[in-house]
């Protein structure tokens, strides 16, 4: 095992929180910034110009909070790895998150993303098709640098995978029952937020990667809970799958099956805490950086209930 020494070229500081174990001061930056692996990102889609990647920037450029890149930076920090294996473990899991944006605007015909025009409505639906695929391809061009390479890959693509499963779900989904909704984001947007420390856990050939995805899955039911609970009126409009919608179709009152959807991305973020504590050496901290973030978000939307 590898996992257990400290860097020499990485820094950061931790804290004890009331809401779980051992997790990284959001506050605190190590040598490889958020900054880094954001300039690499770009370096890993412009190599070749053309309007493909011109649009990869674009999107790039539009924001975002980077929660996986970061998500990499920390875990890497925790178990002790070089800056060349941060930056890859971050950049890959977020190149393939935007690239499944890309696709995701197009497929449900969303003109707006971040609160700018979304690739395909500027450059074009073959364009923006290619620009999912570029960042795709970028993301496997980044873990070109993991030292358990072949192992990296195949976590990539169980990962790939299993978002396109859910995504294929979601299309096809007309009016999903609200356990459907949460199985739906599981597998939309539980593998890659996992990605990241699963990444870091094969990199240090440490334990952990099964509890890993078993937390990407609760945090993405409560990360997609708060989406629907914020744009219930927006989804009612276009008749987009929403797990409050779900529930008031299930015979809810509107209140009432918002009070539901809390409590249960709740529960979800206490299986995810549970969780954690199979991931060694403090890798799991920045899932619980996140899991603190996604409860603060239900209070506030709680309080404006």
């Keep these: 095992m590898i996992y257990q020494g400290r860097p020499h070229n990485l820094r950061a500081a931790f804290f004890l929180s009331d809401r779980g174990p051992?997790?990284?001061?959001a506050s605190s930056r190590s040598l490889v910034s958020l900054g880094d692996a954001n300039a690499h990102v770009l370096r890993l889609v412009s190599g070749q110009a053309s309007p493909v990647a011109t649009a990869a920037r674009y999107?790039?450029?539009?924001?975002g909070g980077r929660v996986r890149a970061q998500m990499g930076l920390d875990a890497a920090y925790a178990l002790g790895l070089s800056e060349t294996v941060a930056l890859c473990c971050a950049a890959a899991p977020e190149l393939l998150h935007n690239a499944s944006l890309v696709h995701d605007d197009l497929q449900d015909g969303d003109t707006t993303r971040r609160g700018k025009p979304a690739v395909?409505?500027?450059?074009?639906?073959?364009?923006?098709?290619s620009t999912g695929d570029l960042l795709i391809s970028a993301a496997y061009l980044a873990i070109a640098n993991h030292p358990r390479a072949g192992a990296a890959i195949c976590a990539m693509h169980d990962a790939i995978a299993i978002t396109i499963s859910g995504q294929a779900w979601a299309c096809g989904a007309k009016i999903p029952s609200s356990q459907d909704c949460a199985a739906i984001a599981a597998q939309k947007s539980g593998p890659l937020l996992a990605l990241p420390i699963r990444l870091v856990l094969i990199a240090a050939d440490a334990p952990g990667e099964a509890a890993a995805i078993r937390v990407g899955s609760a945090l993405a039911v409560a990360y997609q809970t708060i989406d629907d609970l914020a744009d219930r009126t927006a989804d009612l409009a276009a008749g987009s799958t929403n797990i409050c919608l779900s529930l008031e179709a299930e015979g809810h009152g509107i209140l009432e099956a918002q009070s539901i959807a809390r409590k249960r991305a709740l529960a979800a973020l206490t299986t995810a805490r549970n969780d954690v504590r199979d991931i060694p050496q403090?890798?799991?901290?920045?899932?619980?950086?996140?899991a603190n973030r996604l409860e603060d978000q239900l209070k506030e939307l709680a309080d404006a209930a």
Excluded: C, K, N, Q
Aim: cysteine-free; overall charge negative.
């Design 22 to 25: 051992e997790m990284l001061d």
């Design 59 to 63: 999107h790039l450029f539009a924001g």
């Design 120 to 129: 395909w409505s500027i450059y074009g639906r073959d364009v923006a098709i």
């Design 282 to 290: 403090g890798a799991g901290a920045p899932f619980l950086t996140l």
